[in-house]
Nanobody, 126 residues
């Protein structure tokens, strides 16, 4: 059974940085796309970033481009989200998600992702 566990959330001042980690278990993730989503209070869950198993293939939502970087270590079944220049509007619960993709397609819709972590809170103070 596939399990995803996030860590690394916390409280940080605006302009600061955090690094989220996602540990995957229960399968072989060499053909999985890994993604990060977030959900702020009263808002829908939104796509943040995703990374393919193909080297260098990533996708980001416009609001985080240039500030966030997604990466992964396939051999360790780990994915990361480095978040720099954080803003109060980045405050949300951040979720790690994954799906199997034989053809290396990156989707940004939440319903394409079959596996989800429990989420980790990121709070950015002004």
């Amino acid at each position: 059974q596939v399990q995803l566990v996030e860590s690394g959330g916390g409280l940080v001042q605006a302009g600061g940085s955090l690094r989220l980690s996602c540990a995957a278990s229960g399968g072989t993730f060499s053909r999985y796309v890994m993604g990060w989503f977030r959900q702020a209070p009263g808002k829908e869950r939104e796509f943040v970033a995703a990374i393919s198993w193909r080297p260098g293939k990533t996708a980001y939502t416009d609001s985080v481009k240039g500030r966030f970087t997604i990466s992964r270590e396939i051999a360790k079944n780990m994915a990361y989200l480095q978040m720099n220049s954080l803003k109060p509007e980045d405050t949300a619960v951040y979720y790690c998600a994954a799906y199997y993709s034989m053809y290396d397609t990156i989707y940004i819709r939440a319903n394409e992702y079959g596996y989800w972590g429990q989420g980790t809170q990121v709070s950015v103070s002004s």
